[in-house]
């Protein structure tokens, strides 16, 4: 099997035997790859690793290894990108907008667009669980948090998907057609800025409005600050969530005692939901990072603006913090994973992914019986990204 498919088997060989290794991408270094739990967690929220590109090695950042999101996206300042002071301030500017009540107001929202979903799904006893459950249900949710028209969410998925496609390319792909952003990004962003426009001269109650009216004392979001705000939530929040459900239910669905275990004990579904997330997360690696010194981590010395790489999915796989770590299991109680990451950049969307997470799979496997994999484990499959970690598709059949 692919290492895109299954890359345990080599990050455990990493763990034992090269825990900090170069990743080259053609002839080039793309970074160091960190692999145990412990250095990991430590470094997610060392203040010594910054998470500023400007703080890489020129020539790195002139060969466009790493493809930082503004870079890529002509997107500025972000919570991705900042550290300290700076970080500090534009979190708590976010975080007086997307707030645990305004997440929970969503429950009701996200039960409706899910129940609408699989209304539509249940009749036919075959679906591409990513494309046809996943997708829309995540990108919906997106649309409706941020005020996007119900007549304006189609075109809302169209542009997504394309720059969706863009962002899983490897540094080289992008390269190689990044004379223009893709048109889908381009209209995206376009759609945003009018929307901000318009909401600035007809508030309303959605998280658009609360961004806007952002505030700590005379400090608010300036015009770039908003709009890289918006496109970050967009596109973390619904990757979050898609791959949350379609990583979490292949997993069930490659082991079903566990399967029969959720649906006999369905309360047990916030435990399972953790065990997706450290089994098979969300997200192979977290976003870049460069030390403001030098560093030394499992025997490797790490010179001052290396490019650094965690890897979230090795971490979580770790048998030095993991009793049986290859082995799912929806009870487990040792779950101090970190699928979003740790320290002052804690994924802001992490709620949000809980809250649609649970509601799915409490209609998956109410209203799904017979669920099974309509393809062949080996013809899955899987984003071509060192970060993401993610299936292209999942057909499924059922009990129509």
């Known amino acids: 099997m692919d290492f895109g498919a299954d890359p345990y088997p080599r990050y455990a060989w990493l763990r034992e035997q090269e825990p900090v290794v170069q990743v080259m991408e053609g002839q080039g270094l793309y970074g160091l790859l960190v692999t145990r739990y412990e250095d990991v967690r430590m470094l997610l929220s060392d203040?010594?690793?910054?998470?500023?590109?400007?703080?890489?090695?020129?020539?790195?950042q002139e060969a466009g290894k790493g493809r930082p999101l503004e870079d890529r996206t002509g997107l500025g300042t972000h919570l991705l990108t900042t550290d300290g002071l700076e970080h500090t301030r534009l979190r708590r500017l976010v975080s007086t907008a997307f707030t645990a009540?305004?997440?929970?107001?969503?429950?009701?929202?996200?039960?409706?667009?899910?129940?609408?979903?699989?209304?539509?799904?249940?009749?036919?006893g075959r679906v591409d669980l990513v494309t046809e459950f996943a997708f829309p249900l995540a990108i919906t949710v997106i649309c409706e948090l941020l005020g996007v028209p119900s007549a304006?969410?189609?075109?809302?998925?169209?542009w997504t998907k394309d720059f969706r496609r863009w962002t899983n390319k490897t540094g080289s792909d992008q390269a190689e057609s990044e004379n223009a952003r893709p048109v889908g990004l381009r209209d995206l962003l376009g759609y945003l800025t009018e929307l901000v426009d318009k909401r600035r001269e007809m508030p309303a109650d959605g998280l658009v409005d609360a961004l806007i009216a952002a505030r700590d004392d005379d400090d608010r979001l300036n015009e770039t600050e908003l709009l890289s705000m918006m496109s970050l939530l967009l596109i973390g929040g619904f990757e979050t969530t898609v791959n949350l459900i379609g990583n979490g239910t292949?997993?069930?669905?490659r082991h079903p005692d566990q399967l029969a275990l959720l649906r006999e004990q369905p309360h047990l579904v916030e435990p399972a939901l953790e065990e997706m997330l450290r089994y098979d997360g969300s997200f192979e690696t977290a976003t870049w990072r460069f030390p403001l010194e030098p560093i030394e981590i499992a025997g490797t010395r790490i010179e001052k603006g290396h490019p650094v790489l965690l890897s979230l999915a090795s971490a979580d796989r770790d048998q030095a913090k993991f009793k049986?770590?290859?082995?799912?299991?929806?009870?487990?109680?040792?779950?101090?994973?970190?699928?979003?990451?740790?320290g002052a950049h804690f994924c802001l969307g992490a709620p949000l992914a809980r809250l649609e997470g649970r509601i799915a799979f409490d209609g998956l496997l109410r209203r799904l019986p017979g669920l099974t994999l309509a393809v062949p484990p080996e013809e899955l499959r899987w984003q071509r990204s060192l970060t993401i970690r993610g299936l292209e598709s999942l057909p499924v059949t059922f009990d129509a």
């Open 101 to 124: 009540r305004r997440v929970e107001s969503l429950r009701g929202q996200v039960q409706q667009i899910t129940d609408g979903l699989l209304d539509e799904i249940v009749p036919r």
């Open 324 to 342: 049986e770590p290859d082995r799912f299991d929806v009870n487990r109680s040792d779950n101090g994973h970190v699928a979003f990451g740790r």
């Open 152 to 158: 304006d969410q189609e075109m809302f998925r169209r």
């Open 250 to 253: 292949l997993a069930l669905l």
């Open 47 to 60: 203040t010594r690793m910054s998470k500023d590109p400007r703080n890489a090695p020129l020539d790195w």
